[in-house]
């Protein structure tokens, strides 16, 4: 059994926390916009990223209706709303901050993301969820070889890398498609997006007898511009495979999974 670590940088935002947005944001149910605001704010109700939070004068008229649910969020109390735009209803696609939460939070409402059919930072539309201010991600080139293995089979072994640091995650290593093993792997119908670095382009699991690792490998084919250096490129789940770099086995990170990770995202809806 490998050793489980922690070897990259941790979230430390604290829940409650809330930070001006200096971003115009706008959003869309069908072809209608449900608001448009300069003065959206950042609200954090787990450590891994914050939402949006509108300002109540920034939406357009008659679209929010209380349904008369109290609740309590991270950050303190809020009033669930549904959303009505013309003959769409989206029921429980809000919650209205109430007395008790923070200050800057009363008279703003957060809306679960997938309540809204297009989110817009600027002109740009954003997936999943917003892009935390104190996330970094960089996708650097490095000369650093890499071979991952599973059960003493070869998946991929390559000269190089792109290494793919990015804040709360483990370090993902990128190889090229021709050191990789494909005979070994099948192709999923499982796709992600991430704010970061767009939508995935292909999942590839590995069958080994009777026993089968799913979803261990992805690409990006078009990603963000600013990790474009991964595009075409395959990467491993450092928590399901054996990995070695430079020759030397690294431990197994404690980071959560892509399954754990997606149950996070949906509690903060």
Not at 98 to 106: R, S
Not at 153 to 163: F, G, I, Y
Request: with cysteine; proline share 7%; net charge negative.
């Amino acid at each position: 059994m490998v050793e489980e670590t922690v070897d990259y940088p941790g979230l430390i935002v604290p829940v409650g926390h809330v930070e001006p947005v200096p971003r115009r944001i706008r959003a869309q149910v069908g072809s209608r916009w449900v608001f448009d605001t300069h003065r959206a704010l950042y609200v954090w109700e787990w450590p891994g990223y914050p939402q949006y939070s509108i300002p109540l004068r920034d939406m357009a008229e008659g679209v929010l209706t209380d349904d008369g649910r109290a609740g309590r969020l991270g950050p303190g109390p809020a009033r669930r709303h549904s959303l009505r735009v013309g003959s769409e209803v989206r029921e429980g696609a809000a919650w209205v901050w109430g007395e008790g939460a923070p200050e800057p939070l009363i008279g703003t409402a957060r809306f679960r993301w997938d309540a809204i059919d297009a989110w817009f930072e600027e002109d740009e539309q954003v997936f999943v969820h917003p892009r935390s201010p104190y996330t970094r991600v960089d996708a650097l080139r490095s000369s650093s070889g890499v071979r991952v293995e599973v059960d003493g089979t070869v998946l991929a072994d390559a000269p190089s890398s792109v290494k793919l640091f990015e804040t709360g995650l483990p370090t993902r290593y990128y190889v090229e498609r021709a050191f990789v093993d494909w005979t070994l792997l099948r192709s999923s119908a499982t796709v992600t997006a991430c704010p970061y670095k767009g939508r995935t382009s292909g999942y590839w699991s590995f069958v080994s007898g009777a026993v089968s690792h799913d979803d261990l490998a992805w690409a990006y084919d078009f990603p963000t511009v600013s990790c474009s250096a991964i595009a075409g490129m395959v990467a491993f789940y450092n928590e399901h495979v054996d990995l070695y770099v430079d020759g030397v086995l690294l431990p197994r990170p404690t980071a959560l999974s892509r399954a754990e990770w997606d149950k996070q995202r949906r509690a903060g809806s």
